[in-house]
């Protein structure tokens, strides 16, 4: 079965590098926390606000180790007053049996105001 891990993570300020080093953490506590090889992955959807021009954060999942043939793209967010800015959100679509309710996302830095339901 295909399930769904959200996660998400700000950067203090549009650059290439932190959002390359953000998206890269972000991905690396969601394959980490739930067990995600690559070749369980089904594809990647990545979402930046639109205040996030700098960088694309594809390159920066395509560049962990093995993860180079994952399908991935990337997207701009809703631009929705009074939204988080600065905000890279990740949807991983992998083939797991892990049952939906325990299935671990990821949220980071000013992130974790999104779903503090689902903040450890």
């Known amino acids: 079965m295909i399930r769904g891990i959200r996660g998400a993570s700000t950067i203090a300020y549009d650059n290439p590098a932190l959002v390359m080093q953000e998206t890269k953490n972000l991905m690396e506590r ?11 992955v089904a594809s990647v959807i990545i979402s930046t606000t639109a205040d996030i021009v700098s960088a694309f954060p594809a390159k920066a999942v395509r560049s962990l180790p093995k993860w180079e043939y994952v399908p991935v793209m990337c997207t701009h967010e809703m631009n929705v007053p009074n939204g988080l800015p600065l905000c890279i959100r990740v949807l991983v679509h992998v083939n797991t049996t892990v049952p939906q309710n325990e ?7 000013e992130a974790v105001k999104l779903r503090p339901d689902l903040t450890k």
């Open 30 to 40: 969601i394959i980490k926390d739930n067990e995600v090889l690559p070749e369980n």
């Open 103 to 109: 299935i671990q996302h990821i949220y980071l830095n």
